[in-house]
């Protein structure tokens, strides 16, 4: 068992290893159920074959010992005992294979229900959702509000609330779907939504904005224009309808036309001009688009989210190292 123990450890510090070095894009939700299941058995083994076994031996000892005392006491040989309790101290002690298998498998199978079923953190690695999450943001995101999905599959099993408009969402990037990507939810099933000279619409009604204080961008020391937009959650014709506020940037300087769209599943719904796009959402997915609307690589761009690549809702930055400011809610 040692030296199978050794090959597995070894196996899974390669994968981590090649990963790190970005010899191929890895798979931690793979890991993760991989170093549960490993962990597991050996827990399982430990708990009625290992442990048994030691305490056994351990039990042996003692018989041992004091039939020993016994034969030389009779024979009138005077001995000191043996130091017993270090003894079985030794043999009880759970040897090292043990200790990095079944000894990790609660704080192992804790982190995989929480990741897969409860709340995944997630970093902010663009700029792309400015000013609504900055760089560097340490982020929550909900795993069961839009339904629990089972972990590796993504098969969801219960369904939980439905999206909506205005949702910062956390999915599996389309063309890359081992890639993580983080949009605000612009259009539903259904929704023809267009983006024309950067003003938004969605079944064509204009979606409402109003210019606010100017947003001074610390990386490049300077400052754009920024907006508030309220997006209607449920029918947009409704006036009762419940609106979302957040803030999005505007640069009056950058073009509107959407340059170099990929080939995408139904670009046939998306229809471009100089002055922007106007696409017609299918059935089972989302458009999103990022706050930071000139610098954001989105629906625009790469086409549209299905369902089944939903990992969550964000809610929360939980820690930002270089702005302690950023922690708190965020719509």
């Known amino acids: 068992m040692p030296i199978l ?6 196996g899974f510090a390669a994968y981590i290893g090649a990963w790190y070095l970005g010899m191929f894009e890895g798979n ?8 549960t299941c490993v962990t597991g058995v050996y827990w399982v083994l430990e708990k009625w074959l290992f442990a048994p076994a030691r305490h056994k031996a351990a039990l042996a000892l003692t018989a041992t010992e ?16 043996i130091d017993l309790q270090t003894k079985q101290a030794e043999i009880l002690r759970q040897p090292w294979w043990l200790d990095w298998t079944a000894g990790l498998f ?5 982190v995989f229900i929480l990741r897969s079923f409860l709340f995944e953190p997630f970093k902010i690695p663009s700029g792309s959702m400015i000013p609504t999450l900055w760089v ?19 098969t969801k099993i219960t369904e939980g609330s439905p999206v909506k408009r205005g949702d910062v969402m956390v999915f599996r990037f389309p063309p890359n779907p081992s890639v993580d990507y983080i949009k605000r939810v612009i259009g539903l099933p259904g929704d023809e939504v267009s983006y024309l000279n950067k003003q938004l619409a969605i079944n064509g009604v ?12 610390e990386d490049s020391l300077r400052y754009i224009k920024q907006f508030e937009e309220w997006l209607p959650a449920t029918d947009p014709k409704d006036p009762k309808a419940p609106l979302v506020d ?7 300087d950058r073009p509107a036309f959407v340059a170099g769209a990929d080939d995408f599943v139904f670009k046939e719904n998306c229809q471009y001009t100089v002055e922007g796009v106007i696409c017609k959402v299918p059935p089972g997915h989302y458009f ?23 990992v969550g809702r964000a809610f929360y930055v939980w820690m930002n190292f270089g702005n302690l400011k950023r922690i708190g809610g965020f719509d």
Not at 28 to 35: D, N, S
Not at 136 to 154: E, S
Not at 208 to 216: G, H, I, L, N, P
């Open 66 to 81: 004091a039939l020993r005392q016994d034969q030389l006491s009779k024979m009138g040989i005077a001995q000191e005992p």
């Open 246 to 252: 957040h803030k999005i940037l505007n640069e009056p």
């Open 206 to 217: 204009p979606i409402k904005k109003e210019a606010v204080a100017d947003f001074f961008e």
């Open 288 to 310: 999103m688009m990022g706050d930071n609307r000139d610098n954001s690589l989105d629906s625009r761009y790469w086409g549209f989210v299905p369902d089944a690549n939903i």
């Open 5 to 10: 123990t050794s090959v597995v450890l070894a």
């Open 136 to 154: 560097g943001d340490l982020i929550l995101v909900n795993k069961f509000h839009y339904g629990i999905r089972l972990p590796v599959l993504n």
């Open 28 to 35: 931690f939700a793979l890991l993760l159920f991989l170093a």
């Open 106 to 110: 609660p704080v192992i199978v804790v």
